[in-house]
């Protein structure tokens, strides 16, 4: 299963499609004293596609594991997920 399986395309941000873009984040959170912007940059992009993907399903609870299989794209899972999951909530 895969965004793909389970959200519209045309829902997905333009820069699903970058693989540059996507690369950045879908790698795993770096220190956020490290640089504070971008850290909340990601976590903004990830914790708006969760809330996104709940509106869409009418369904406002997730677990880690439906958010990692969901938000795949090319056979990878953003590193970064669970962290989003535990600040999120």
Same mark, same amino acid.
């Given at each position: +299963? !895969? &965004?793909?399986?389970?959200?519209?395309?045309?829902? *997905?941000?333009?820069?699903?499609?970058?693989d540059v873009r996507?690369? #950045?984040?879908? #790698?795993?959170?770096?220190?956020?004293?490290?640089?504070?912007?971008?850290?909340e940059m990601k976590?903004?992009?990830?914790?708006?596609?969760?809330?996104?993907?709940?509106?869409?399903?009418?369904?406002? @609870?997730?677990?880690?594991?439906?958010?990692?299989?969901?938000?795949?794209?090319? !056979?990878?899972?953003? #590193?970064? *997920?669970? @962290?989003? &999951?535990?600040? +999120?909530?």
């Amino acid at each position: +299963m !895969g &965004i793909a399986d389970c959200y519209p395309e045309e829902k *997905l941000p333009q820069c699903w499609s970058d693989d540059v873009r996507m690369n #950045a984040l879908f #790698a795993p959170f770096r220190l956020k004293s490290a640089n504070p912007e971008s850290w909340e940059m990601k976590m903004k992009f990830w914790s708006d596609m969760v809330r996104q993907w709940c509106r869409f399903k009418m369904d406002p @609870i997730v677990s880690a594991g439906d958010v990692k299989c969901v938000f795949q794209r090319r !056979g990878r899972t953003a #590193a970064c *997920l669970d @962290i989003v &999951i535990e600040e +999120m909530f």
